[in-house]
């Protein structure tokens, strides 16, 4: 079992940023996987920013250059820098732990953190 809690969330003009935390309850180098979502009204939820065990980084078309996912080991902690904010930002991010078990994954999910940029 893994426990995951976002923080950082809040209210933000077009063109700010946020940065949000993803603290793991275990070592993030046991979790192969650690990944921020992101679910808009009336949407699907959809992957942002993905970083593996072994550091391996990919971003959705729609944030590279703009988002930045990092690692603080020391912290098991998973951060997502959100820079040059758009209104179309605006959702819910969620962070997912990805866990391989017996040649099969587990899926471990954050309660969530509002993002919204209005002006």
């Known amino acids: 079992q893994v426990q995951l809690v976002e923080s950082g969330g809040g209210s933000v003009q077009p063109g700010g940023s946020l940065r949000l935390s993803c603290a793991a309850s275990s070592s993030i180098f046991s979790i192969n996987h650690m990944t921020w979502y992101r679910q808009a009204p009336g949407k699907e939820r959809e992957l942002v920013a993905t970083i593996t065990s072994g550091g391996d980084i990919a971003y959705a078309d729609s944030v590279k250059g703009r988002f930045t996912i990092s690692r603080d080991s020391a912290k098991d902690t998973v951060y997502l820098l959100l820079n040059s904010l758009k209104p179309e930002d605006t959702a819910v991010y969620y962070c997912?732990?990805?866990?391989?078990?017996?040649?099969?994954?587990?899926?471990?999910w954050g309660q969530g953190t509002q993002v919204t940029v209005s002006s």
């Open positions: 997912q732990a990805a866990v391989l078990t017996n040649s099969d994954y587990d899926f471990y």
